[in-house]
């Protein structure tokens, strides 16, 4: 009676948590996992909604870029060119047509994949189109007005010295429609975002309402290097306070399928990828409209459209905007905007995720290597969880010390499966055992594990950190034994498997002759996936693992149940 009142109570303890994680997920402007709700019908703006297709067509032409870097003042005269602009941890490319960013290249940040060279992330190669632009739209049929197609002229200087703090570029387009376009972008020392200011002067000598778009322009392509063992998001990401952190398929985008909220007062829009992120930044209580959209095969916009006050005849408005571009340090991007920091990814465990990151963060603080910080995390995580892992590893003690009457009771009642059931049972209930009993306090930490997993995984300040000895990038695989065996194998992998086989072997065989071969064969291809993982992630799954096997084996001997190793049988 008692085992079917705690089988209750776990069914509504469990019943209860699905419940309150979809709530969670709807609180967080995500769709609910268990028990979705229909999809409510968008009601239309009361005020003039922007013309999205108005936004000219980003494909570049196929006129030619002049590769030089043109000096300050000298006027593109209808010449495209390519202008580099320097800081101390970007090296940006423009376009002076438009005044559009082509190219930014990350100069604290190197390219593991290409020794020698640094992270390139917005770029427009035959290998990859990625460019930030902006311009205005909204004029009156037959007129057009300065867009990110429209030629400019540069001023100002190229690189950031020393004792500079602040480096100020300018791009001014010619009066177009009446109007005219001058964007100054400031690059601030150690800042990866970028301050970006549109003028706008009406020399049409009529009152004017342009609308001004800011967009990513992207391909749908992984970036180099992408795993094929684990996954992680690219693509479009939006963000507002009523739904909060919302990603876009490029998939979703090319059926027309995409579904997010378009109406905003807040928020930004960005392209995320694996490690770093670009992001369009308006000031709060400026109203705008998100979209995103197919422009050509497997090329891809999102931005914002904001609609600017009437401007006067021969007046001038000014609205400011930011450009973020770099890596996705979580405690840089918070400082930058609230909910930026949640272009690092780390799926539906967020919320375990986040504290697990900060913990990580401070241990780094006082450690100084992230290798032993991962180690250390793991300790205090299984300090935690030190009581329900015991009471799982008694509950596998009494297992294996009962395993042999179970075994010869299946042997002897092979024939009669209802009467083996029975047997079995009884054995069970006379000895005080729960053949459940090691599984439940291990499932309850699989969520923060799978957290900690999610957040080694996107952690930039994992590349090219090193741990020790032959460790010099815990974000790269190890392959140290790659050299002699010409395969991509490497030391820790192989320990990594080692201690998962030790592990499997000091757990008690199931009853089942099948259930003890899966026991075996899945642990086993699991090991063999963590050959092509980060070697931060492998680090923590054999911290975990050595932590495991010393718990077992202190918990087997103290209930004088000598730790024994349960080989496979697959005949």
Known sequence: MNDIRRSILWVIFGFTMVMLWDQWQIYNGNKATFFPAPVATENKATTPAPKTNDVPQAVRSDAAVNPNVIAAGVSSNGARESIDVNSDVLALTLDSEGGSIIRVEFLKHADVLHPGKNIVLLDESKDRV?????????????????????????????????????????????????????????????????????????????????????????????PDGESSFYSTFTGPALYNNTKKYQKVEFTDIEKDKAVFDKQASEGYVAIVQHYFASAWLLADGIKREYFVRKVDQNLFSAGMITTLPAIEANGKYSIDARFFVGPQEENNLETIYPGLELVKDYGWLTILAKPLYWLLNKLNHYLGNWGWSIVALVVLIKAAFYWLNAQAYKSMAKMKAINPKIQEMRERLKDSPQQMQQEMMKIYRDEKVNPLGGCLPIAIQIPVFIALYWVLLSTVEMRNAPWVLWIHDLAAPDTSLGVWFGVPIGILPIVMTLTTVLQTALNPAPPDPMQAKLMWIMPLAFSVMFFFFPSGLVLYWITNNVLSIAQQWLINTRMGVPPQFNLPKFR
């Open 130 to 222: 990625y460019m930030a632009q902006t311009g205005l739209i909204g004029a009156p049929t037959s007129t057009a007005w300065p867009t990110h197609k429209t030629p400019m002229t540069f001023s100002g200087a190229q690189k950031m010295t020393e004792d500079q703090k602040e480096l100020v570029v300018k791009f001014s387009s010619d009066v177009v429609g009446g109007l005219q376009l001058i964007k100054t972008y400031t690059l601030t020392k150690g800042d990866y975002t970028i301050a970006v200011k549109h003028d706008i002067i009406n020399k049409s000598g009529q009152e004017a309402m342009p609308q001004l778009y800011m967009q990513l322009l992207r391909d749908g392509n992984k």
